[in-house]
């Protein structure tokens, strides 16, 4: 079992940036890919970010390309979202999650899932 606690959310007013943080216990996160998907109220949960197991290859949301970097700390068993150019639109819970499956895009592929952290962009 991978258990996963995401930090560093929070309120910043547009134009500013955030790290996300998630931290995995229970066993190595290195041979999982890892992703981070949102959830704005009364939306779906949808995909931001995507990292393979080495970080060799990563993948993005239109919506935040050139905005949003994904990458991970195998050794720390850490995994970051570093977050610019925040937009109101950006608001959010974030969710960390563990996977094997080979679509990052798609949250059914992974097998666990972290609590959410909230992040606040105001205009």
């Known amino acids: 079992q991978v258990q996963l606690v995401e930090s560093g959310g929070g309120l910043v007013q547009a134009g500013g940036s955030l790290r996300l943080s998630c931290a995995a216990t229970?066993?190595?996160?290195?041979?999982?890919?890892m992703g981070w998907f949102r959830q704005a109220p009364g939306k779906e949960r949808e995909f931001v970010a995507a990292?393979?197991?080495?970080?060799?290859?990563?993948s993005y949301a239109e919506s935040v390309k050139g905005r949003f970097t994904i990458s991970r700390d195998n050794a720390k068993n850490t995994v970051y979202l570093q977050m610019n150019s925040l937009k109101p639109e950006d608001t959010a819970v974030y969710y960390c999650?563990?996977?094997?499956?080979?679509?990052?895009?798609?949250?059914?592929?992974?097998?666990?899932w972290g609590q959410g952290t909230q992040v606040t962009v105001s205009s």
């Open positions: 999650a563990a996977g094997d499956s080979p679509l990052p895009k798609v949250a059914s592929g992974y097998n666990y």
């Open positions: 990292i393979s197991w080495s970080g060799g290859s990563t």
């Open positions: 229970g066993r190595t996160i290195s041979s999982y890919r």
